[in-house]
């Protein structure tokens, strides 16, 4: 058994130490020194050369270091076997973590008490209850309802919207365009954590902020390509939007003078809200290649037709 490792935003050597403690039989190559590509049988991959997997005759499985795969469903020579989903808990916490941390930030105004501090000031500015802020959340997979969860357990007032109706306790389920309509309206911030697909591109748009109460925050984790860039600013610069706190961009790394960078309401981080730690999921990786071995039905496949 032998599988391809190919990525260049992960840590090859801890991955290959990782899948070694787990399946001692598996022999781990670290693209590009793939050896014969005949004798590959799966591939564990994060954004690979387009035609790379399609090279790989015995190919078998593949399965995608993140949680998003919109990037590989866009090579067109995509080899049509198992393409699995990266879905951890490491990933899945650090996401709600994440979340957590924007909207405490925002709602317990750390940016403020952090310039007060500057200012030698002692100046308690007053908070709104949890229970009085409304969060809405795009996307209620796995990671949107870790992230539902845990501001749900703060006592937020959580409601999300996805494709079909779920039931999460504590989260007010909302599905098609007039439900995304009424939790906008409701959302002091929302939280993006769509896959990335043809219907979901551009979802946070001008008209999307108009829908949104004035002073709302928007908090995009998921994809640069789910915000219209040059929408955001001047929705922030209008009063409308208090500001957002942004993970992901169109381009990434973000550009050098990128006006994001510099805007004082916007909050930029590298893409760093929800990482695939290979010690908590190099055991999904080596579940994978188990069931897959043992003819049992894999977890988190991705529907092709779905995107995700
Ligand atoms: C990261 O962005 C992922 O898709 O896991």
Redesign the pocket.
């Known amino acids: 058994m032998t599988l391809l490792f190919c990525s260049t935003s992960d840590n090859a050597d801890r991955w290959v130490g990782e899948l070694r403690k787990r399946a001692p039989n598996l022999e781990v190559r670290v693209w590009p020194e793939m050896g014969d590509p005949a004798e590959i049988d799966y591939a564990l991959v994060w954004k690979p050369p387009h035609g790379l997997l399609a090279g790989l005759p015995n190919l078998k499985l593949i399965v995608s270091?993140?949680?998003?795969v919109e990037a590989l469903l866009l090579d067109p020579t995509l080899p049509q076997v198992p393409l699995v989903r990266?879905v951890t808990d490491g990933?899945t916490l650090d996401m709600a973590g994440y979340v957590a941390m924007q909207v405490l930030r925002w709602e317990r105004k750390l940016d403020a008490y952090a310039e007060l501090q500057k200012a030698g000031r002692w100046e308690p500015l007053g908070h709104r209850p949890a229970s009085e802020v409304g969060i809405g959340i795009l996307g209620l997979g796995e990671l949107g309802v870790a992230s539902a969860r845990t501001l749900a357990s703060m006592d937020y007032r959580v409601m999300g919207w996805s494709r079909s109706p779920k039931t999460v306790s504590g989260v007010e389920s909302f599905t098609g365009e007039e439900g995304l309509h009424a939790m906008l309206g409701q959302s002091d911030l929302l939280v993006c954590l769509l896959p990335l697909t043809e219907d979901t591109r551009d979802i946070l748009n001008a008209e999307l902020f108009a829908r949104l109460p004035k002073g709302a925050v928007v908090i995009n984790a998921a994809r640069g390509g789910h915000l219209a860039e040059a929408d955001l600013i001047p929705a922030i610069d209008r009063g409308h939007l208090a500001g957002a706190s942004l993970d992901?961009f169109a381009d990434e790394p973000l550009p050098p003078g990128h006006p994001f960078w510099a805007h004082p309401r916007i909050h930029v981080t590298p893409?760093i809200a929800?990482i695939?730690h290979p010690s908590r999921a190099a055991e999904t990786v080596v579940e994978a290649i188990r069931l897959f071995e043992a003819g049992q039905p894999l977890k988190n496949v991705v529907d092709r037709a779905k995107g995700y």
């Open positions: 270091l993140g949680a998003g990266m990933l992901v893409h929800g695939t």
